[in-house]
Nanobody
Framework: VQLQASGGGLVQAGDSLRLSCAAS????????TGWFRQAPGKDREFVAT????????VYADPVKGRFSISRDNARNTVYLQMNSLKPEDTAVYYC?????????????????WGRGTLVTVSS
């Protein structure tokens, strides 16, 4: 599965952005898909994940209530709607897929990664 994240940009605190993760490959629609982020000088961290059918999701505590993950398997795309953005959300955002069936937040459990998209939130 090949992945490409897009939709990043420079916004002000309180603004919204929607990231997209477009995938190629027939197995994408059957894969757990997650979003991760990496801020300068920090480790990559989990943001959100969604099961292959969209029935279950998990969010990192810092983004709960502000971010929403969804998917459209007909379009081979997973989205991350980010509202009420904060300067601490500034990072490169990556999408990734896992062959595991159960939700997992560990980056090590994800097999395919796309290039990231930069989100910068100014105060």
């Amino acid at each position: 599965v090949q992945l490409q994240a897009s939709g990043g940009g420079l916004v002000q605190a309180g603004d919204s952005l929607r990231l997209s993760c477009a995938a190629s490959g027939r197995t994408f629609s059957r894969r757990l898909t997650g979003w991760f982020r990496q801020a300068p000088g920090k480790d990559r961290e989990f943001v959100a994940t969604i099961t292959w059918d969209g029935s279950n999701t998990v969010y990192a505590d810092p983004v709960k209530g502000r971010f929403s993950i969804s998917r459209d398997n007909a379009r081979n795309t997973v989205y991350l709607q980010m509202n009420s953005l904060k300067p601490e959300d500034t990072a490169v955002y990556y999408c990734a897929t896992s062959i595991r069936l159960q939700l997992t937040t560990s980056p090590d459990s994800y097999n395919d990664w796309g290039r990231g998209t930069l989100v910068t939130v100014s105060s």
